[in-house]
């Protein structure tokens, strides 16, 4: 197979440029070549998809399957699939389940009504440029093109920062503050399986828009925080503790403690996506003890979490040493 991924350097594009190398594919990544690197005998193409004739580089070339990772204006988009139409076999699209109306309902599907957009915008807050970018790139390559609306992704090369503030703070070991319940459902998909999912319904032709996520409950809070225990070795003591504690303290979920969303949360349900039509299409889930012991022999290979597309790291993700300790003071 032939691959072209668009982007390839970040968190999901490298990893999908990762599994295609793995499969011996013939891989070439297009980019502005300004941030992160690429595995050897992948073939980089230079340019910057905003700028006048910034696609020229794709001129002739021929390929299977592309893998597109853009989140800014739906018209660059639009005008990478135009460039590409007569190029490329299939079109995987990553987009969001942030482009539903109401992106923090309970249960919702593909066919759940999402934020209107246009696909030929220059700018947009994200649910926009990701509405605007699927409709984009459905309207130039119809059933050739699948849009992969992923929900919380974790693993080895997270620009986010969840999972490793997780494996920090626990490495630090002593009182943690564990937010409750222990047998809180977590919803996510380990980007290597989403990468691996992605390149195999491409090379197959699936068309269609799909919640690319596990399913509903693949593990929860107490699994997860007891894998970052195991993998560290830190002598870490979980201090479970209520979430009307927690939430009284003015400590925020999902931003002062990652990943977690307590149950009447009004964002709960990013976490409680309807899955039925990605597991069929064949999307499995890796056990969470394995994307978080590979995050952590990741993060200690690396030191800190990579900038994002050459973004500053979200200064916002995880709870200040003080805060924490004086609501287990409490």
Known sequence: MRLLVLGGTGFVGGATVTEAVRRGWSVTV???????????????????????????????????????????????????????????????????????TDPAAPGLSEDSPVVDADPGAVDGDYPQLKSGAERAVREVFGDRALVARAGLILGPGE????LPWWLRRVERGGDVLAPGPVD??????????????????????????????????QTTMGELLDACVAATGADARLRWTDPATILAAGVLAWN???????????????????????????????????????????????GTVPSRAGRPLHSSIGLDPAREAAVLAG
Do not use: K
Request: proline share 6%; glycine share 12%.
């Open 256 to 302: 002062d403690l990652p990943i977690w969303l307590p149950t009447g949360h009004p964002y709960r349900g990013l976490l409680e996506r309807d899955v039925t039509r990605a597991l069929a299409a064949g999307l499995t889930c890796r056990p969470v003890t394995e994307t978080v012991d590979d995050t952590w022999r990741w993060l200690r290979e690396v």
């Open 184 to 217: 809180l459902p977590v919803q996510y998909v380990d980007v290597r399986d989403l990468a691996g999912w992605m390149l195999d319904a491409g090379a197959r032709r699936l068309g269609g828009t799909f919640n690319a996520t596990g399913r509903p409950g």
């Open 30 to 100: 297009f980019n502005r070549g300004l941030h992160g690197s690429v595995p050897p005998g992948v073939h980089r193409l230079r340019g910057d998809r905003t700028a006048p004739d910034g696609l020229a580089a794709l001129a002739g070339g021929e390929w299977d399957l592309v893998v597109d990772t853009w989140d800014g204006a739906p018209r660059a988009a639009r005008d990478a699939a135009r460039v590409l139409v007569d190029a490329v076999g299939h079109y995987v699209y990553v987009s969001s389940g942030s482009v539903y």
């Open 159 to 162: 620009d986010i920062g969840r």
